[in-house]
């Protein structure tokens, strides 16, 4: 059984336990029975699209782990019933510069404390993870996804008139390989999960993902030193972050400068369109 950060009375947990009073979208909280577990709940409904406060709150949860030596798994879950995350907020694209700016800025931030958290990484998939979304899983070290083949993952982004940004095509190629990856960003294809495993996007489907990644976790991974597990981590990972640094600003400027054009404006509202369409029809 899992409690909350909040019946722990360490200092640690207090601030967990701060933490998960200020935010209201994402939580954390440890596991009583299996110490050194932390789970992150996301739970910004409808689709726990990633907005500038989602990704300043997931953000801010996975900094407090990261500081945390008593915890060395995170399990990335949410709890929207068929949905693991949309991928970015769509309507965060039509906002003025400033906030553009502050919006990727965030996404960036994201990515670094999820891709660069030194403790191990699974991401509980209960449900569909498209765009941002799969980018969330690809961060973690592990994927655990539902066998239920109403769920989807991959890169759709070619599908709304943009691109992935290089590191996120990178992390799609690490993945699954230059080739299926080429195929799958410019066809934008959003893989069921039996076709996601069998091109290594996923590791396991199983009926209870959350179930399987702490069994995974305990029986499994904190087999395995955590010190070499983090090192590990950072011989494969080290020269993605490094490069990603040195290209953060050009890539800000890049993101910024595509998304406001007017073509590209034009296809996104056309694709949030689509989105209300398609809701109206159910
Ligand atoms: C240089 C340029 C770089 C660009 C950056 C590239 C990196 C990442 C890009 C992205 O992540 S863009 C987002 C891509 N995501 C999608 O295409 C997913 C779209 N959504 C869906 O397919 C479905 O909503 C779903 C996730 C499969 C869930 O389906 P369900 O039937 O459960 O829910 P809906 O009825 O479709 O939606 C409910 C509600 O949510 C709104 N919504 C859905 N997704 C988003 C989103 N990503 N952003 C904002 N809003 C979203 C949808 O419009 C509905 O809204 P309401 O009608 O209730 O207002």
């Known amino acids: 059984m899992i409690r909350s950060a909040l019946s722990y009375p360490s200092k640690k947990n207090l601030v967990l336990q701060c933490l998960r009073r200020m935010s209201s979208l994402v939580s954390t909280s440890v596991s009583e029975v299996h110490p050194g577990v932390a789970h992150v709940t996301m739970h910004s409904p409808p689709v726990n699209s990633l907005s500038l406060s989602f990704c300043q709150e997931l953000s801010q949860n996975l900094q407090v782990i990261h500081k945390d030596k008593s915890i060395d798994i995170i399990l990335l879950q949410s709890d929207i019933p068929g949905i693991f995350s949309a991928g970015l907020d769509i309507k965060e694209f039509t906002q003025p510069k400033e906030r553009l700016m502050e919006f990727w800025t965030a996404f960036q931030q994201l990515y670094i404390d ?38 989807k993952i991959g890169l759709n982004e070619s599908l709304l008139g943009i691109a992935a940004p290089p590191w996120l095509a990178q992390q799609m190629m690490d993945t699954v390989g230059s080739r299926v990856a080429e195929l799958s960003l410019w066809r934008g294809t959003l893989y069921a999960p039996e076709q996601a495993l069998a091109i290594g996007l996923v590791d396991e489907l199983h009926e209870n993902p959350r179930e399987r990644a702490l069994e995974l976790a305990v029986a499994e991974f904190q087999k395995i030193p955590r010190q070499a597990r983090a090192a590990s981590k950072t011989l494969t990972r080290q020269k993605r972050l490094k490069h990603f640094h040195q290209e953060r600003q050009a890539d800000l400027e890049h993101f910024v400068n595509f998304i406001t054009q007017d073509a590209v404006q034009t296809q996104l509202r056309g694709y949030l369109q689509q989105l209300a369409a398609k809701k109206n029809k159910k």
């Open 114 to 151: 999820l891709y660069g958290a030194s403790q191990t990484t699974i991401a509980c998939m209960e449900g569909s993870a498209p765009a941002a979304g799969c980018m969330l899983a690809l961060s973690c070290d592990y994927r655990v996804m539902t066998s239920n083949t109403k769920a």
